[in-house]
């Protein structure tokens, strides 16, 4: 709150003076046309708000992000113009992905994703090898890699824990055998016993010579770290940077780094729904139990995760990640087979939302079951419908959702969705013992996928997020396991007492409307 209040206080004087500058200025003009100056104004702000309207409606976006920009402007045209030019556009991300584009060209081809064994080739002959058995599923991860210009590979090992605390035992393990780098990149990092334990790792580890970076979203640690923060971790030898930094006015509000992403010599890496603070490890109790997932990987996945991290440290940060860090590690293959998988990041400055559209297929190719985790529940209406067809023609999809809520109104708008979900067929099931964090999908024993994704609009459309497919790998079988025991903690929903009255379904087609913006 202090840094919230401290960015606010800076800012504030500047901002006064520029209103009161427009004032003066509006007073002066308007003597200057006889009073008819707020005439003239609104007939121009309505004229750009009907512009911006043909605009809109015209665009290949998410419907119902636009519905809510149409509503606003057309109700309040200048402050709704004003709002989509710094906060709805997507143009309002220039300046980001300006930086990222330049931090990949940077990373060339030679040191990392280049034509080598992970490269096209490699990539190709795996998808023939998945297209043989499953010619849906192996369209489907290369049209997604593609996409995102990931490549599929084989899948070394790949751990599953069913809670944070669990993961946080093995991430200790890992930090202490470090002897190359520490790259360390998440959206919620907060002082406890799990940040804590692992700075201290981290303060013996730059010590020894291992190059430490820790990367942090500005936004989603607002409240928890701070610029006094940072300089504390730089006094212990370990650097530090603030993902897109934000100073209210100058700024990107969109488009926060949702990633998490720990990766440690090229040859762990650890990635799911864990932030670096103690309620993620049930070490404090904000509400009730706090499920969790993530996982660990070895083998070639590693890769894709590093090339993650410096691509967004090497657009903020002065201090470049040595090429030599970028090579390939090396790896032996397993002798037993154990699927492939797919890691990949989303990002909102592409124009395909690779998220959405792979659980829209997941949903489509789909013949026995799709399950899904989520936190949130803030669909699109091409998802909506997507969850309705599967469940309408016989396939068996769930949904876990929290029990205990953390967004009152956030979680609301996501039991509005619950009567057409459950009337089509979808089984929903509410965590009872506490909080679900939890983002992940598991499809037909053959495919899932576990990352940062939530079923909300924010993550499927405004934020980078990271994520890994898995096929025929082991991992679907902890999962699965996983998924029957939270159930079976878990209420099932009914028709029944999904039903709302009548005001209240006005009330939840209001907040809906916003929900894009929540």
Not at 71 to 93: F, M, Q, V
Request: net charge neutral; proline share 4%.
């Amino acid at each position: 709150m202090k840094k919230i209040i401290g960015r606010i206080l800076v800012v504030l004087p500047p901002v006064l003076l520029q209103i009161a500058w427009y004032i003066l200025l509006f007073a002066v003009l308007d003597k200057g046309l006889n009073g008819n100056l707020g005439d003239i104004v609104t007939i121009v702000f309505t004229v750009l708000a009907f512009v911006f309207v043909i605009y809109l409606v015209s665009k290949r976006e998410e419907s119902s992000y636009k519905l809510l920009w149409v509503i606003t402007i057309l109700a309040l045209p200048i402050l709704g113009s004003a709002l989509y030019l710094t906060l709805g556009n997507r143009k309002t991300g220039n300046r980001l992905k300006r930086k990222l584009a330049k931090s990949s060209r940077m990373l060339t081809a030679e040191s990392f994703m280049g034509e080598d064994k992970l490269g096209k080739a490699k990539r190709d002959e795996i998808l023939d090898d998945i297209k043989k058995t499953d010619l849906r599923i192996g369209q489907t991860l290369g049209h997604l890699s593609d996409a995102t210009g990931f490549p599929i590979v084989p899948n070394g090992t790949s751990k599953y824990y069913p809670f944070g605390e669990d993961m946080f035992k093995d991430m200790l393990e890992d930090l202490k055998l470090a002897q190359k780098y520490i790259y360390i990149e998440y959206f919620i990092v907060e002082s406890g016993k799990f940040w804590d334990s692992i700075v201290d790792i981290l303060e013996l580890k730059a010590g020894e010579g291992v190059d430490v970076r820790v990367m942090y979203d500005d936004l989603g640690s607002i409240g928890t770290y701070s610029v006094k923060d940072t300089r504390k971790l730089k006094e212990r030898g370990i650097k530090c940077i603030a993902f897109n930094p934000f100073f209210l006015i100058k700024s990107q509000l969109n488009n926060r780094d949702h990633r998490k992403i720990m990766v440690i010599d090229g040859r762990v890496a650890y990635s799911g729904g864990v932030n670096l603070a103690d309620e993620y490890i049930n070490e404090i109790e904000k509400f009730g139990k706090w499920k969790d997932i993530g996982f660990r990987l070895t083998g070639p996945a590693v890769r894709p995760y590093t090339y993650m991290f410096a691509e967004f440290w090497d657009a903020f940060s002065m201090d470049k990640i040595p090429s030599e860090t970028l090579l390939p590690s090396p790896y032996k293959e397993e002798e037993n087979f154990n699927g492939y998988v797919l890691p990949f990041y989303d990002s909102p400055i592409r124009k395909e939302p690779a998220s959405n559209t792979l659980f829209t297929e997941i949903l489509s190719m789909a013949t026995d079951y799709v399950w899904f985790y989520t936190p949130y529940l803030m669909l699109g209406d091409a998802l909506y419908d997507a969850f309705i067809r599967a469940a309408s023609r016989g396939v068996d999809v769930r949904i876990i959702m929290p029990g205990i809520p953390d967004k009152k109104m956030v979680y609301r708008i996501g039991r509005s969705y619950y009567e057409e979900l459950l009337a089509a067929g979808v089984k929903i099931y509410e965590y009872t013992p506490g909080f679900v964090h939890a983002k992940a999908f598991l499809m037909d024993d053959k495919v899932c996928g576990i990352g940062t994704v939530n079923l909300d609009y924010r993550s499927l459309f405004l934020h980078f997020e990271c994520s890994s497919i898995f096929y025929k790998a082991d991992i679907l079988e902890e999962l699965k396991k996983d998924y029957l025991t939270t159930q079976a903690a878990s209420r099932e929903r009914t028709l029944e007492d999904a039903k709302r009255g009548f005001f209240g379904k006005i009330l939840d087609g209001m907040l809906r409307v916003i929900a894009p913006l929540l």
